[in-house]
């Protein structure tokens, strides 16, 4: 399996401008999280989807944030107008519901800068 | 609400040192807990975990035991190497009896450099 892929691994944008992060989850798991990491914050949680529905979005930290997940292998999270305090690592995380070893598997990330 | 504290770092030891990383949670619930490892450009890896309380986590070496009278759940390792080097994030997840749905709650992270 190739695990959770994300894309881009590094964007670099300035400020105003719209950002689009991409994650394709492990197939057949079906929750997906989102989460940025700051050196301020650590990780936070900023969505989660389940069977492709969002089911918690409380951690989006404002209206320029948003997410979809059209179907079960592609979410995307994206940011519009970007802001340089966005500037972070954002995580796509996947799941299956069950299992006695249940556990979460990350991607790589993607480190955003807003210039 | 849930939350995790971690020993503040960085931590730097000499190959072969004894590593103890705390953790303490506060929770409503009956947590599972879980420590993860971050290696340098990677994501989160799932290190440990224990469910319950009395229950001890052990991978790799690490070992972490579950102390519901202290909510407690340090990280310890005898012998650290070289590559052990990375973050180590302590975590608990909402739900009872094992149960993960995934929704979890990261400590900040504490940073481990082990030199030769």
């Known amino acids: 399996d190739a695990g959770v892929i994300q894309s881009p691994r590094h964007e670099v944008t300035e400020m105003g401008q719209e950002v689009t992060l991409r994650c394709k989850p492990i197939?057949?798991?079906?929750?997906l999280f989102w989460y940025r990491q700051t050196m301020m914050r650590g990780l936070e949680l900023l969505i989660y989807?389940?069977?492709?529905?969002?089911?918690?979005d409380s951690g989006m930290p404002e209206d320029r944030f948003s997410a979809k997940m059209p179907n079960a292998s592609f979410s995307t999270l994206k940011i519009q107008p970007s802001e340089p305090r966005d500037s972070a690592v954002y995580f796509c995380?996947?799941?299956?519901?069950?299992?006695?070893?249940?556990?979460?598997?990350f991607g790589s990330g993607t480190q955003l800068s807003v210039l | 609400g849930n939350s995790v504290t971690q020993m503040e770092g960085p931590v730097t030891l000499s190959e072969e040192a004894f590593l103890t990383i705390n953790c303490t949670y506060t929770?409503?619930?009956?947590?599972?807990l879980f420590w993860y490892v971050q290696y340098p450009g990677e994501g989160l890896q799932l290190l440990l975990k224990a469910t319950k309380a009395d229950d001890k986590g052990s991978n790799k070496g690490f070992e972490a035991t579950y102390r519901k009278e202290t909510t407690s759940f340090h990280l310890e390792k005898g012998s650290v190497q070289v590559s052990d080097s990375a973050v180590y994030f302590c975590?608990?997840?909402?739900?009872?009896?094992?149960?993960?749905?995934?929704?979890?709650?990261f400590g900040q992270g504490t940073i481990l450099t082990v030199h030769p």
């Open positions: 975590a608990l997840s909402e739900g009872a009896g094992g149960t993960s749905y995934g929704k979890l709650t």
């Open positions: 197939s057949g798991h079906d929750y």
């Open positions: 995380a996947s799941r299956r519901t069950g299992g006695a070893n249940e556990k979460l598997f």
């Open positions: 989807f389940n069977n492709n529905v969002p089911i918690d």
């Open positions: 929770a409503t619930g009956y947590p599972s």
